[in-house]
C-alpha cells in the first residue's frame, strides 16, 4: 500500500525562493502547489482506466508562473485571488464613515488591485504529512492595495484519502476591512482539449446581472428558462451559444453538491461544495499559447473555473452579503473538491 509523501522542492529565481510541494496520496493521485500565489500548479488523479490525468491547467514550470505575472500575461492559473476577488466598481472603499481609495483601471478594481496576492510570495506555514496538508501565510499590510488593515491570511491545500481537494482560506485583522478570497483553478476533466464534452449540474436559480463593464447591477435574475439554467445536467457543447461563462450564480443553499462537473471521455466526475454563497464561473474561449505542464494542448473552450465567494462589488450593495471582516473576527473560505469516477 502506497504511503501519503510530500515532496519538497526549492528553487531560487531572480532572487526569490519559489517553494514546490508535491503531495500524493495512497491512491497515487498528486497535488501540486507553490508558495508563489499560494497556488495550486497541477492535480493528477486516476480516470476510469486508472490512467492519471491532471486535471487542472497549469504552467511547465514554476518559474514560468513569475515571467507570465511580470510581463503583465497572468491569467491567474490555481492563484489564490484577492484581498478582494472579482470586481469593485468604485475607486475607493467607504468603510465605517472612512474612505481608501483603491487601484483601479477605468475605475474598476479587479482581483485585489494591481499586485494581488496571486503574485505574492507566500510563506510556507506548515507541512503535514499525516493530513496531507500545506499551509501557506501572507502578511498583507495595512493599506496595501489600499485596503485598511493589517491582515494574516493563509491559504490550506489538503489531499485527502477519498480524492478531495480541500482549499481552506483564513484571515484576521487589526482594522475593519473588507475581504473576499477565492481561488482560480482552471479545471478540464480530460487533462487536454476542450470541455465541451463536459456535463455541468449547478444548485443555482440565480444569478446576478452585470452592466457592459461586468458590475453587477444589483439585480438578482432566475436562470430558468435561460441558457445559464444548469439546475439539470447540461452538456458544456452550449457555450458557444452564450459565448462561454463569466457570471457569478447564487448557490442554494443545499447539503447536495453545489455543482457536479463531468466528462464523458476520461469518465472523471468533480463535486464542488463550499460555505460561500456564490461562485464566478468562468470559461475563457481560449488560452494563451503557453506551454502547458504535461505536454498539454488545448483547444477552444479549453476550461472551466468555479471562483466559490461572495458576491463581486459587495461594499456598494448593502443587499448583498457583506464582505465586512471586524477587526479580531475570522473568516474562513472552505471549498471541497471532491474527485472519483461516475459510475
Ligand atoms: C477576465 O473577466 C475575467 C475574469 O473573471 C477572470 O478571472 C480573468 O479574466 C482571468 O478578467
Known amino acids: 500500500m502506497k504511503q501519503n509523501t510530500i515532496e519538497d522542492i526549492k528553487v531560487i529565481y531572480k532572487g526569490k525562493e519559489i517553494k514546490t510541494l508535491v503531495l500524493e496520496n495512497q491512491k497515487g493521485s498528486r497535488l501540486t502547489v507553490s508558495n508563489y500565489g499560494a497556488s495550486i500548479l497541477s492535480f493528477e488523479t486516476p480516470d476510469k482506466e486508472g490512467k492519471l490525468i491532471n486535471v487542472i491547467v497549469g504552467l511547465a514550470s514554476s518559474r514560468a508562473y513569475i515571467d507570465k505575472y511580470i510581463n503583465g500575461e497572468s491569467i491567474l492559473l490555481g492563484a489564490t485571488v484577492g484581498r478582494y476577488a472579482g470586481r469593485i466598481s468604485t475607486d475607493v472603499l467607504r468603510i465605517n464613515e ?4 483603491i487601484y483601479h483601471e477605468n475605475g474598476i478594481h479587479l482581483h485585489g488591485g494591481k499586485h494581488g496576492l496571486d503574485g505574492k510570495f507566500w510563506k510556507v506555514k506548515a507541512i503535514d504529512n499525516d493530513t496531507l496538508r500545506a499551509v501557506f501565510e501572507y502578511k498583507s499590510e495595512h493599506l496595501e492595495e489600499g485596503y485598511p488593515g493589517n491582515v494574516l491570511i493563509t491559504a490550506s491545500y489538503q489531499l485527502t484519502e477519498i480524492n478531495e481537494l480541500k482549499i ?31 456535463e455541468l449540474q449547478l444548485s443555482s436559480r440565480e444569478m446576478l446581472e452585470v452592466d457592459t463593464k461586468m458590475i453587477p447591477t444589483g439585480i438578482i435574475k432566475p436562470v430558468a428558462n435561460t441558457a445559464y439554467d444548469f439546475r439539470k445536467p447540461s452538456t458544456l ?22 455543482a457536479v462537473l463531468k466528462s464523458l471521455h476520461s ?30 494542448m488545448y483547444d477552444d473552450f479549453p476550461a472551466i473555473c468555479f471562483e466559490n465567494q461572495k458576491h463581486p462589488d459587495a461594499p456598494n450593495h448593502p443587499h448583498f452579503p457583506s ?3 471586524k477587526a479580531g473576527e475570522v473568516y474562513e473560505n472552505t471549498s471541497v473538491f471532491v474527485f472519483g469516477i461516475d459510475d
Not at 98 to 101: T, Y
Not at 275 to 288: D, G, R, S
Open 98 to 101: 472612512q474612505e481608501f481609495p
Open 237 to 258: 457543447n452550449k457555450l458557444h451559444t452564450i459565448e462561454g461563462l463569466d457570471d457569478t450564480f447564487i448557490y442554494e443553499d443545499t447539503a447536495l453538491p453545489k
Open 267 to 296: 469518465g472523471i466526475k468533480m463535486e464542488v461544495f463550499t460555505n460561500q454563497p456564490a461562485v464566478v464561473i468562468f470559461t475563457p474561449k481560449e488560452l494563451p499559447q503557453w506551454k502547458y505542464a504535461y505536454h498539454a
Open 323 to 325: 464582505t465586512l471582516l
Open 168 to 198: 481552506i482560506y483564513t484571515a484576521t485583522s487589526d482594522k475593519d476591512t473588507v475581504i473576499n478570497l477565492t481561488n482560480h483553478a482552471y479545471f478540464n476533466l480530460d487533462g487536454a482539449g476542450s470541455i465541451k464534452n463536459h
